[in-house]
C-alpha cells in the first residue's frame, strides 16, 4: 500500500500553552489531548486522531536553524476548503502579527506564517482540477503576490478547492 496523506505533524516549542493558544485562535485547532508539557491538537475539519504534536522544551531552546545553517523541515501546510476561508485566516494571522507573506503558485493560493518560536507554516486554498486549464497550467512558472479579491473574482469566495486533488504535470 502506498503512502496515504500526512497523518500529523509534531513541533518542539517553548512554551506548549503559549503554542495551543495561537494553534486554537489563528487556525481553530482544538486540543484533543494533553498532558505535562505537551498537547494534541486536531484541525476543526479534520477527521484525524491529531493532526498537531506540540512538546514544551523550555524557554531557552534556542532557534531552528533549519533552512539558513542546517537542513531541516522548512513548513507545514495546511489546507482550507475555500478562498472565503484563506481571506478570514489572512486577516486572523494579520491581526496577530503572523502573516510573513502570501503567494500565488497559479494552482495554489498561500499564506505563510509563523508561530511564537519563529516555525514557518502555510495555509492555501487549492484550485480545483476542473478549473486547471492551460492558462493556469502555464503560470505555474512563476510566483506572484497572491491577490484574493482577483481569486474570489476569478473562482468565487465559497468555490471547495481541490483538496487532495493532483494537479495535472
Known sequence: MPVQRLNHAV???RDVERSVAFYRDALGFE???GMRGAAFLQAAGSNNDHDLGLFEIGAGAGPSPAGRTSVGLYHLAWEVDTLDEL????ARLSEMGALVGASDHSTTKA???QDP???EFEVS???PAALIDDEVLAARSSIRPLDIAAAKQRYGGQTRG???VSVPA
Do not use: T
Not at 481571506?87 to 489572512?90: G, P
Open 31 to 33: 486540543v484533543v489531548m
Open 125 to 127: 486554498w487549492l484550485v
Open 117 to 119: 518560536d519563529g516555525l
Open 162 to 164: 481541490g483538496v487532495g
Open 11 to 13: 513541533l518542539y516549542v
Open 111 to 113: 499564506l505563510y506564517a
Open 87 to 90: 481571506e478570514r485566516i489572512s
